[in-house]
């Protein structure tokens, strides 16, 4: 049976750095059983000095802080972070610099509106067709002057219906109402669809389709002149044509009796066939019933068609 005893027991308990010599920390806990040599020790006492030591060793303080290790090898990257969002839009720059006057452009021209629907804009040395909607009628006129049939070709026939027309102030291109063996006013003019008028308004045609219609009937006969003058009344004069009343050639590939070697010979030996009559107002004002044919050094004036 074992004893009673009221004797403790004080243990100084050190702590040592593993693998060093010197303790880092002491401290003094008092057990509450002490145990004789030889003696039977009750397991409870045994537990209670067990706790006290335990108690002891969790209340020591903490140690000194020990040096800072070596720095460790770096991990590996981590792995890419999402986009950031886009930045707001910065504000506008400043305006530059006006930059230096460049050369002034070439003075720019629009001609009249043709029957064609077309005008032409002429900037400088270029010039580019534009459309139009023309409202204005297009000029006719006989010519005041008179020509043998050495014209100089349809080319020269329309030289002097412009050069007529531009003494007398008319604007526009003009082209005689004249045919040889290859061409005519059918392939060579502008169909106009607005009404055809002498220089003081009076109607001939109301466009292209009616000068050209059969049984013909023209509004009016063809009688003045580029300045408006009234020619021929009461004497009415033949006009060089070759032409039809559709607009194509009457000329046949007989150059020499039918259209003065095309407009380039006055021979009295060459003619013409086929010529108008500037009283008439049926088909006679361009082939003249019964059919006239003169010599080519005969003197006739042209009608002139604004185109």
């Keep these: 049976m074992k004893q009673s005893q009221h004797r403790c027991l004080v243990v100084t308990v050190s702590l040592l750095l593993s693998g060093a010599l010197s303790p880092i920390a002491n401290a003094q806990v008092t057990v509450p059983n002490v145990f004789e040599n030889g003696q039977v020790a009750d397991a409870d006492e045994v537990n209670e000095n067990f706790k006290a030591l335990a108690d002891g060793i969790n209340s020591l303080p903490a140690g000194v802080k020990g040096e800072q290790g070596d720095q460790g090898p770096p991990g590996p990257a981590g792995a890419t972070g999402p986009a950031g969002a886009t930045g707001a839009t910065g504000a506008t720059g400043a305006a530059g610099a006006k930059g230096e006057k460049g050369d002034e452009g070439a003075s720019?021209?629009?001609?009249?509106?043709?029957?064609?629907?077309?005008?032409?804009?002429?900037?400088?040395?270029?010039?580019?067709?534009?459309?139009?909607?023309?409202?204005?009628?297009?000029?006719?006129?006989?010519?005041?002057?008179?020509?043998s049939g050495r014209l100089g070709g349809l080319a020269g026939a329309d030289e002097k219906c412009n050069t007529l027309a531009a003494a007398a102030d008319l604007?526009?291109?003009?082209?005689?109402?004249?045919?040889?063996?290859?061409?005519?006013?059918?392939?060579?003019?502008?169909?106009?669809?607005?009404?055809?008028?002498?220089?003081?308004?009076?109607?001939?045609?109301?466009?292209?389709?009616?000068?050209?219609?059969?049984?013909?009937?023209?509004?009016?006969?063809?009688?003045?002149?580029?300045?408006?003058?009234?020619?021929?009344?009461?004497?009415?004069?033949?006009?060089?044509?070759?032409?039809?009343?559709?607009?194509?050639?009457?000329?046949?590939?007989?150059?020499?009796?039918?259209?003065?070697?095309?407009?380039?010979?006055?021979?009295?030996?060459?003619?013409?066939?086929?010529?108008?009559?500037?009283?008439?107002?049926d088909n006679g004002w361009t082939r003249a019933v019964p059919q006239v044919s003169a010599p080519c050094f005969d003197r006739f004036p042209l009608y002139c068609f604004e185109q």
């Design 171 to 281: 604007s526009g291109n003009y082209k005689a109402w004249l045919s040889d063996t290859s061409e005519s006013p059918s392939t060579r003019f502008a169909r106009s669809t607005v009404p055809y008028e002498l220089v003081d308004g009076t109607r001939i045609a109301d466009n292209w389709d009616d000068l050209t219609a059969f049984p013909v009937s023209l509004s009016n006969a063809i009688v003045a002149d580029e300045y408006g003058a009234l020619r021929y009344i009461g004497t009415p004069s033949l006009v060089w044509t070759c032409t039809l009343v559709s607009g194509s050639s009457s000329c046949t590939g007989n150059t020499i009796f039918d259209s003065c070697n095309d407009w380039k010979s006055n021979s009295p030996f060459e003619s013409a066939r086929s010529l108008g009559s500037t009283d008439a107002t």
């Design 108 to 147: 720019c021209t629009v001609s009249a509106c043709a029957v064609s629907s077309q005008a032409t804009l002429s900037c400088g040395d270029t010039s580019v067709p534009i459309p139009c909607v023309r409202v204005d009628p297009a000029t006719v006129f006989v010519t005041s002057e008179t020509y």
